[in-house]
Structures are given as structure tokens and as C-alpha cells.
């Protein structure tokens, strides 16, 4: 009796010429997941090409691809690293080719991936309502963890203080100042890469607040809209580093005024919950919830732990 072909090569290095299929997956496999968490009425829309750039760009040889033997893609696995950090997203598997065993593999392959790149922290978030997800991560031996909550609001005009814009110096110069702080308060993490690669895509800027001349805090953050064909109207926060309570609040100003120059009528930031002091303050600063992700780690490679502000978003 003939049978299909049900093999899978792979993993293979993606490249900014898969852009267009890794959409097609992405779009297809998140909206099937909505659907079977009861949500059928969402469409998850394709990604803007230049977001899937910067990742494919950011995870490098953890930008992985498996593909079925009349060469269609079926999965994919977006492995990162900020130094000692790691965290793997977007994951998709193809919805005709889910349970038999792919998501394990490409799962592994960006675990294996991460640990001989020497990351000490490796993990991934995923939606809190979706005991699917938990339940198939757990059972490759992620634990959960804290949540990551997104908070919005809307931007207002703010005098910002001793704050500067990277793209608006000596950029390797600032780059180096970023890691420098970066590591003072979580050894082994450098978001360098992030930094120089969301200049050199156009996508956003990072905004630095000083203190007597030196460098307390900063914020990586994007305003290319995430999905295709959207406007241009969110400053999507991706990494912020400060020294304090005090750099935090003054960045929020300096992330304010950045937004009200770029024409960005909402800010958004990503909170861990491990952080309640940061999470208070926004709060207080009129931020609301908008939406939650579920951190979940491997027990031997939890999140280190740092001095000061540092959330790292695990999302692209």
C-alpha cells in the first residue's frame, strides 16, 4: 500500500529568502493554535518582512528550519542569545505535521543549540490559558516560571532628562557604554546585538539616560509595526537596563518624548513579574495590562539573577 513521505530534513540555516514561507507557517500555525483554544474568530496576521529579518538576523545559526522531502517548509525554531541568555521564539509547527514528534525535535535542536553557545539561561514564553503548550514544554523539562505581562499606554509629551538617542552619537561608543552597564548588573547578558542590528534594519533606537555624566539606564525599543500592513503607531520596548527606581522613572520620560518625536502614539513595554517594584511603578505611571506570557526555563538554566531593572523581552 503507497503511504506519503512523512520524513523531515533539517535543521537547516534560515536566511532572509525563507521570509516569505516562515510567514505562510507562522500565520497558519498561530491561527490554528487560537482556534483550538476556542478562539476561532482570531487570524493571526502575517509578520512585517523586515521583524523576520531582524530575527532571522539576531538568532543566526539558531535560526532553524525543517522541511518535508518535496521541500515545503513544516517547522521552525528562532533560537537567541544575548550572552549568557537564551530563549528560543517564534516556534511553529506546520498543523498537518503536528504530533508526531516534530515539535520535540525542533524544541531539542534550540536547546542543544543554546547550551554549546554557553548560555547559562534557556527558555521560551508562551500563552498562560494554552495548557497544550505547558503541558508539551513541561514534558521536555521546562518548569514555569514567572509571567511576563505587556503594558500599555498612551504616550504624552515629557521633558526628558539627560537622555540621549544611540543613533544620535558615536554608536559603537555607545553600544560598548550599554554593554558595559548591562554587565555591571547582570554579569554575562549583552544585548549589543539586538542594539546594532535594530539600527542597522531601521526598525528603532535605544534611549540612554545619564547621571552626572554617567550612563544609568536605557531602553532598546522598535516602532516598525509587528504586523504587515499596520501603521506605524506603537514604540515596542524590547530590553531595559537601569541602575534604579530613579533611571527607570527618568528612561520612561526619555522613552516618552522619544515616542511623541517619532510620531508613536503608544508605548508598550514587557514587565517581568519578578520584578514587582518596576511593575508597581508602571502601574502608577498609568500603564494598563494588555496582555500575559507564561516564562518558562529549564531547572539548570534558570534566569540569572541581576541588580537594578533588567527586562529582557523573549519575544521578537
Known amino acids: 500500500m503507497w503511504r506519503p513521505d512523512r520524513s523531515v530534513h533539517g535543521p537547516d540555516r534560515a536566511t532572509a529568502r525563507?521570509?516569505?514561507?516562515?510567514n505562510r507557517l507562522f500565520t497558519e500555525a498561530f491561527t490554528d493554535r487560537y482556534a483550538r483554544d476556542g478562539l476561532s474568530g482570531v487570524r493571526v496576521p502575517p509578520l512585517t518582512s523586515a521583524i523576520w529579518r531582524y530575527a532571522i538576523e539576531d538568532a543566526a545559526d539558531g535560526a532553524?528550519?525543517?522541511?518535508?522531502?518535496?521541500?515545503?517548509l513544516v517547522a521552525f525554531n528562532m533560537a537567541h542569545r544575548s550572552g549568557i541568555e537564551g530563549w528560543m521564539g517564534p516556534i511553529a509547527?506546520?498543523?498537518?505535521?503536528?504530533?508526531?514528534?516534530?515539535?520535540?525535535?525542533?524544541?531539542?535542536?534550540?536547546?542543544?543549540?543554546?547550551?554549546?553557545?554557553?548560555?547559562?539561561?534557556?527558555?521560551?514564553e508562551t500563552m498562560p490559558r494554552t495548557i497544550e503548550n505547558i503541558g508539551f514544554y513541561s514534558r521536555l523539562g521546562f518548569v514555569p516560571r514567572h509571567l511576563t505581562v505587556t503594558l500599555v499606554r498612551d504616550a504624552i509629551?515629557?521633558?526628558?532628562?539627560?537622555?540621549?538617542?544611540?543613533?544620535?552619537?558615536?554608536?559603537?561608543a555607545l553600544v560598548r557604554e550599554c554593554a558595559g552597564l548591562t554587565s555591571r548588573l547582570a554579569p554575562g547578558i549583552d544585548f549589543s546585538r539586538e542594539l546594532e542590528?535594530?539600527?542597522?534594519?531601521?526598525?528603532?533606537?535605544?534611549?540612554?539616560?545619564?547621571r552626572r555624566g554617567?550612563?544609568?539606564?536605557?531602553?532598546?525599543?522598535?516602532?516598525t509595526p509587528l504586523a504587515a500592513g499596520r501603521p506605524r503607531e506603537e514604540q515596542r520596548v524590547l530590553k531595559v537596563v537601569a541602575k534604579d527606581l530613579d533611571a527607570f522613572e527618568r528612561l520612561l520620560d526619555g522613552l516618552q518624548a522619544d515616542a511623541i518625536a517619532e510620531?508613536?502614539?503608544?508605548l508598550s513595554i514587557r514587565c517581568q513579574t519578578s520584578l514587582?517594584?518596576?511593575?508597581?511603578?508602571?502601574l502608577s505611571r498609568g500603564f494598563r495590562v494588555h496582555w500575559t506570557d507564561l516564562r518558562m526555563t529549564l531547572p539548570d538554566a534558570p534566569e540569572a539573577g541581576a541588580e537594578g531593572i533588567v527586562m529582557s523581552n523573549w519575544e521578537i
Open 157 to 172: 509629551r515629557q521633558v526628558a532628562r539627560d537622555c540621549e538617542r544611540l543613533s544620535r552619537g558615536d554608536v559603537p
Open 64 to 72: 532553524m528550519l525543517w522541511r518535508d522531502a518535496d521541500g515545503a
Open 263 to 266: 510620531r508613536l502614539r503608544r
Open 18 to 22: 525563507d521570509v516569505e514561507p516562515i
Open 214 to 223: 554617567d550612563l544609568v539606564a536605557f531602553a532598546l525599543w522598535q516602532g
Open 93 to 124: 509547527v506546520r498543523p498537518d505535521r503536528q504530533g508526531g514528534g516534530i515539535g520535540r525535535v525542533v524544541v531539542q535542536s534550540g536547546v542543544e543549540w543554546l547550551r554549546a553557545e554557553g548560555c547559562t539561561t534557556i527558555g521560551l
Open 276 to 282: 514587582p517594584a518596576a511593575y508597581a511603578h508602571l
Open 197 to 210: 542590528l535594530t539600527l542597522d534594519h531601521g526598525l528603532g533606537d535605544a534611549t540612554l539616560v545619564r
